[in-house]
């Protein structure tokens, strides 16, 4: 690796990457050092610094961790009006990988809402836009989205509005945390099926992305091929602090 062109920056830096590794309990200066591999002094003067401006901070007992204004960023970096560009290209290749329509989408209090979309080179006669909200419980991206959190009988039925849709989303969701994927058929639009995937930052659902396609090409061995593109082509291109379950 070429070194770096400031290094008073760098060292800083390492010592940020070093911190965010040893998690919440933090570590001793004399930890942070070897793990540096900077002088105690240095590191000392370097985590005077971070603390000033917030990116580092100390516990009781004396250790470092990260601050405050550390793991600020990386919120801001994953905030919702960013996910459109940080996962265009993800869902540009899903796209090209499947030759499928793609949407990623939010949770907008009891709908979701669609934040960006690619369409393939063959035409699919859904009807879609960036902006357009659904409701959640009847589409794959909210059951998605849903299916990681921890909702009581009284949150699950005021995303179902009705005794009987409650019974189908609560079937729905135990089905897509079996497999990590949520979906729906026709239950939108005749003909089309959708299958979906939460996105998670530490844990907790921030997006989801979806395929939607005629029903033919979501069933059987088609839509297994599509669940296994899903999967792949998302887990190698997501942003830095997003998974997938």
């Known amino acids: 690796m070429d070194a770096s062109p400031l ?36 590191l000392h003067r370097t985590l005077a610094a971070l603390r000033h401006r917030g990116y580092a901070e100390q516990t009781p007992d004396g250790a470092y961790r990260l601050g405050p204004a550390a793991l600020a960023l990386g919120s801001s970096y994953l905030a919702e009006e960013n996910l ?52 959640a419980a009847t589409t794959a991206l909210g059951r998605a989205l849903l299916s990681v959190q921890d909702l009581d009988d009284a949150a699950l039925a005021r995303f179902a509005g009705d005794e009987a ?11 897509a945390r079996l497999a990590g994927i949520a979906g729906e058929t026709e239950e939108n639009e005749p003909g089309i099926a ?19 396609a005629p029903v033919e090409r979501l069933t059987g061995a088609a839509r297994a091929e599509r669940v296994a593109a899903l999967r792949d082509v998302l887990s190698a291109l997501l942003p830095a602090g997003l998974t997938t379950p």
């Not at 940080?86 to 030759?99: N, Q, R, V």
């Not at 849709?165 to 089905?175: S, T, V």
């Not at 995937?197 to 907790?204: E, M, T, V």
């Open 84 to 135: 459109p560009a940080l996962l265009h290209p993800a869902l540009t290749a899903l796209s090209e990988k499947t030759d499928e329509l793609v949407h990623l989408g939010v949770l907008a209090g009891r709908e979701v809402v669609y934040l960006d979309k690619v369409e393939p080179q063959r035409a699919v006669r859904v009807w879609s836009a960036v902006g357009r909200r659904r409701a």
């Open 7 to 42: 290094g008073s920056v760098d060292k800083a830096l390492l010592a940020l990457d070093t911190l965010a590794g040893f998690g919440a309990g933090g570590a001793s200066l004399a930890a942070l050092a070897q793990a540096v591999g900077v002088s105690k002094p240095t």
């Open 165 to 175: 849709r409650l019974g189908r989303l609560r079937e729905a969701l135990a089905e």
């Open 194 to 212: 959708c299958i979906a995937i939460p996105l998670l930052r530490a844990g907790r659902a921030v997006a989801a992305v979806s395929i939607t």
